[in-house]
């Protein structure tokens, strides 16, 4: 039972995904902090199966982070060609969008930030921060580009069903990215149908749905 609402939430019922997209409309001013989830309607290539954090909103637009894009460069390997001093880090960079601009990160060190996105995560700009960040063991994210939306842009693809929100963790933004938007869609998924079912029909193991 699970397995067929989850597919009719998800794959096939574009009415579903706008009634949900409409709900968040209408009850959220603000979606930084937020994750942007995108459903399997969402026409920009950009975004396939993408996961975005949001971390600035208002009436003049949004802004994002892809976080389940890894890029093909290392972090070695672009800190050699900035004029930076050599950094042995192996970690790939990641796409955070389509969006040109500087390289941002997210991270946990609260004294090389700029910005609070959520409690104990950071994000920051700063070429300095960035190269401290870099040479420390503490989680963290390097991205180049971002997400970008006009006033009213964002909410208009939501309205057609383009995403679904949920609110952001920690836990999901380190998340392995290439499970993190099935993770997400089925989580959703399931707190739509959830108040629907029959508690006596769910099994007691999972693996039966």
């Given at each position: 039972?699970?397995n067929?609402l989850?597919?009719?939430?998800f794959s ?5 995904l706008?009634l949900?997209?409409s709900?968040w409309?209408?009850t959220?001013d603000?979606f930084a902090g ?6 399997r309607?969402?026409g920009?290539?950009?975004f396939?199966?993408?996961v975005?954090?949001?971390f600035q909103?208002s009436?003049?637009?949004g ?5 389940n894009?890894p ?13 930076h001093e050599p950094c042995e ?5 990641f796409v ?6 500087p ?7 609260e ?5 609070e996105?959520?409690p ?5 700009t700063?070429?300095?921060a960035l190269?401290?960040?870099?040479r420390q ?5 390097l ?5 970008g ?7 208009a693809?939501m309205?057609?069903g383009g995403?679904?929100?949920?609110p952001a ?8 990215p290439?499970?993190?938007?099935r993770l997400?869609?089925?989580?959703i998924?399931?707190g739509?149908?959830?108040p629907?079912?029959d508690?006596?029909?769910i ?6 749905n």
């Amino acid at each position: 039972m699970f397995n067929l609402l989850y597919f009719a939430c998800f794959s096939g019922q574009v009415k579903t995904l706008r009634l949900l997209s409409s709900f968040w409309f209408y009850t959220m001013d603000c979606f930084a902090g937020q994750l942007l989830v995108a459903s399997r309607h969402l026409g920009d290539p950009n975004f396939s199966r993408g996961v975005v954090l949001i971390f600035q909103h208002s009436s003049q637009g949004g802004l994002g982070l892809v976080l389940n894009r890894p890029g093909d460069k290392r972090i070695s390997e672009v800190w050699e060609r900035t004029g930076h001093e050599p950094c042995e880090n192996p970690q790939n960079i990641f796409v955070g969008g389509p969006v040109p601009g500087p390289l941002m990160a997210l991270h946990t060190i609260e004294r090389l930030s700029e910005t609070e996105i959520l409690p104990g995560l950071f994000f920051s700009t700063d070429k300095d921060a960035l190269d401290q960040l870099v040479r420390q063991q503490e989680p963290f994210r390097l991205f180049a580009g971002h997400a970008g939306w006009a006033g009213g842009q964002l909410e208009a693809e939501m309205e057609v069903g383009g995403w679904l929100v949920t609110p952001a963790t920690g836990e999901e933004v380190w998340h392995d990215p290439e499970d993190i938007w099935r993770l997400l869609t089925q989580r959703i998924g399931l707190g739509i149908i959830a108040p629907q079912i029959d508690p006596k029909q769910i099994p007691t193991d999972p693996s039966l749905n």
